[in-house]
């Protein structure tokens, strides 16, 4: 880096919006143009990019995210400068490496060698550099065996580390990721973010393009969240994560995926309705994790009951149970009903359970003995949460670990 | 737009453009690109470079034939067969240049989209990689020259004059194609009609002393860059006694018009590649 490019961002984005062309009828052959001469394309435009802005300091790790078709990638490419911006400015210093979608131009009838000497020059080494530079990258690639083979017999996963480890080690200033990484294996993912730590530490600036919520909340100083070409959010990665997770929970979850089964019961109520409900009492179809929520049912009797209840059952995608209760443990004599009258039942808790799909099995019940109406899968409500333990709930706890006391230790070895 | 202090950025990035600023990078890359391709041609199949060689020389082979035998054109040309074989590996050189330069953005699509480079690179690549074949080409037909009892001049190391304004008739040619076909996909047939129109308007299977008319003779130097520079290979590298190229255009002004078609062909299709270059990668 130079003095003079102290304390200036390493990436400003100004106002920048892209907007693509979308021929209606594709026009693409000169003899349509010659028979329809006055017959002008017509074009449907997509914004993909809508007055961007943002700066990203020198030695930030920063994170974009967003759904698909948000418009993260095609912001990344004009960073990139394969796109040209329609209007606004991109300040960028610092050369740039990018790394965008799997093995970035890699030839496969070429061998790796080959390959990572073209990519190095492609990203702006010189021949010779390249040439110096090739041992590191198959080192760190780990690829030394598979060197001489040609790149359409290597693995994508394999792909994608020789693509990562050129890609580091052509000493860019400034690194662009695509969500790439997912490709790798376990071991190659957690080497790839001890190099992004290490290159963060060094002071290089990368803005990293992902779905990984997890990874960017481990990784990233600050991140920004693009909904349909335009950043909704910018700030802490746990914000900015927890925003789209409720983002995308809130397009997907339009009624439940699950085909209704069908229901059992004698007929002598009818359940009309089951919801969720968030803390305010609207009605929701995301909750969030640990957040008070409530589930309510609303049944009509056909007859006249003495102390019915209602119970309900939930349980997750893959059908395990995660929790039943129902309204006679709490009060066996909820009184008398007549016919055509209605009783609702609510449960209220904090949601603890992993996020994903909750689907609530509600019936009415008489005496504990008779099903008056039972209806499995009535409802469902998805639990938005950023982490996944890989538990059915997640219990609210606090969670330690200290270094052993030596003297203990010396007590035990006496 | 947002409260950045853009006076203290410099200047913003101008996304992707043909030169590319940096023309250091540009020949690198360029230069690089055609090794790896070239290489990929020579090594790619069993017989590798044979085949490169092979398909000027059966071509030369059959027109031989016919033209000696059946037809009888070459009756009378000095050093025909010479002729004949150094028409085919020049013009081939320019064919393989344009022919191939045609589809070159859109082949190397994978590159296009998700790198950023000067797109100019993608045609000088084929460029270069059609003037090693010919390097290569060249030295066969040396042998066959000198077999054919053709005597060894001091004008042969002219060649490269040459080969110069082919290479940049061809260059402005492939530059404008490869543009044009990113939004025109019939690009490609129409250019290989044109590429045989140009075959037989060029002096490679006779030679122009068998036009009927001056005329004739002269529109064909004048308009034809190719022919121009077929008559002037065929004076100064095989058959001294054959006329030179401005006597066949009947004098040294008149090369000023294949000269200018060169020159236009060349802007014109700087022009169009560097207009296109920024939308390329959305184009595709």
């Given amino acids: ?414 | 737009m947002s409260n950045l202090d853009v006076a203290t950025l410099g200047r913003p990035i101008k996304g992707p453009s043909a030169l590319g600023g940096d023309l250091r990078r540009l020949l690198h890359l360029s230069v690089t690109l055609a090794i790896m391709e070239f290489k990929l041609r020579f090594f790619g199949s069993v017989l590798g470079y044979l085949w490169q060689l092979m398909r000027p020389l059966l071509l030369f082979g059959v027109l031989y034939v016919v033209f000696t035998e059946f037809v009888r054109l070459g009756a009378g040309i000095r050093f025909y067969p010479a002729v004949l074989l150094t028409g085919i590996v020049l013009f081939t050189f320019f064919s393989d240049a344009t022919a191939r330069s045609v589809t070159a953005v859109a082949d190397r699509e994978n590159l296009v989209r998700k790198i950023e480079f000067p797109r100019l690179v993608v045609p000088l690549a084929v460029l270069l990689i059609a003037y090693f074949n010919l390097l290569l080409n060249l030295l066969a037909v040396l042998v066959f020259v000198l077999a054919t009892g053709v005597e060894p001049r001091l004008e042969w190391f002219a060649l490269p004059l040459l080969l110069l304004p082919l290479g940049l008739f061809a260059g402005g040619l492939a530059m404008l194609l490869s543009a044009l076909y990113v939004r025109f996909r019939d690009v490609q047939p129409i250019w290989e009609v044109v590429l045989q129109v140009l075959f037989y308007a060029s002096p490679i299977l006779y030679v122009l002393d068998i036009l009927p008319t001056e005329e004739l003779r002269h529109l064909v130097v004048w308009f034809n860059p190719i022919a121009t520079i077929l008559v002037q290979a065929r004076h100064s590298l095989i058959d001294e006694t054959a006329p030179n190229a401005w006597d066949a255009a009947g004098g040294m002004v008149y090369l000023a018009i294949p000269g200018a078609i060169v020159l236009g062909v060349l802007v014109l299709g700087f022009w169009v590649f560097n207009r296109e270059a920024p939308r390329i990668a959305e184009e595709l």
């Avoid at chain 1, 099903?371 to 409500?381: I, L, N, W």
């Fill in chain 1, 1 to 414: 880096m130079t003095e003079s490019s102290e304390g200036i961002p390493a990436v400003a984005i100004d106002g920048v919006s892209k907007s693509f062309r979308i021929p209606q009828e594709r026009v693409s052959t000169l003899k349509e143009r010659v028979l329809h001469p006055f017959k002008r394309a017509r074009y449907d435009h997509f914004d993909a990019l809508h007055d961007v802005s943002f700066a990203v300091e020198r030695g930030e790790f920063f994170g974009i995210v967003g759904r698909n078709g948000s418009g993260k990638s095609t912001l990344l490419k004009c960073l990139a400068g394969i796109y040209r911006a329609d209007t606004g400015a991109i300040y960028v210093n610092g050369r740039v490496s990018t790394f965008i979608e799997l093995g970035v131009g890699f030839n496969p009838d070429l061998a790796a060698r080959d390959n990572v000497r073209l990519n190095g020059v492609m990203l702006g080494l010189s021949p010779r550099e390249a040439r110096d530079r090739y041992d590191r990258v198959i080192e760190f690639a780990e690829l030394r065996e598979f060197e001489e083979l040609k790149l359409k017999n290597y693995s994508s996963g394999m792909q994608v580390r020789l693509a990562f480890s050129v890609m580091v080690q052509v000493d860019a200033d400034i690194l662009l990721i695509d969500e790439v990484l997912a490709v790798g294996d376990v071991a190659f993912q957690q080497k790839c973010f001890d190099v992004f730590n290490r290159l963060r530490d060094e002071g290089k600036t990368i803005l990293f393009v992902t779905h990984d919520m997890s990874a960017v909340k481990r990784f990233c100083h600050r991140a920004a969240l693009l909904d349909r070409g335009e950043v909704v959010r910018i700030g802490e990665p746990d914000d900015v994560a927890a925003t789209y997770v409720e983002l995308s929970f809130a397009a997907g979850s339009e009624g439940p995926v699950e085909d209704r089964v069908e229901g059992g019961g004698d007929g002598t109520a009818a359940l009309l309705d089951a919801w969720w409900e968030d803390e305010h009492g609207e009605r929701q179809s995301v909750v969030h994790q640990g957040r008070p929520c409530s589930f309510h049912a609303r049944a009509r009797f056909n007859e006249a009951v003495e102390h019915p209840a209602i119970a309900t059952l939930f349980e997750n995608e893959r059908h395990q149970p995660l929790m039943a209760t129902s309204s006679d443990w709490a009060d066996t004599r909820s009184g008398t009903f007549q016919a055509g009258d209605e009783a609702e039942f609510s449960v209220h808790f904090e949601m603890v359970f992993a996020p994903g799909r909750v689907y609530a099995s509600p019936w009415v019940a008489h005496q504990g003995r008779r099903v008056m109406d039972k209806r499995p899968r009535m409802t469902s409500v998805v639990v938005a949460g950023t982490h996944v333990s890989g538990g059915l709930v997640d219990l609210p706890h606090d969670v330690k670990l200290q270094a052993g006391s030596r003297i203990l230790q010396g007590e035990a070895g006496a």
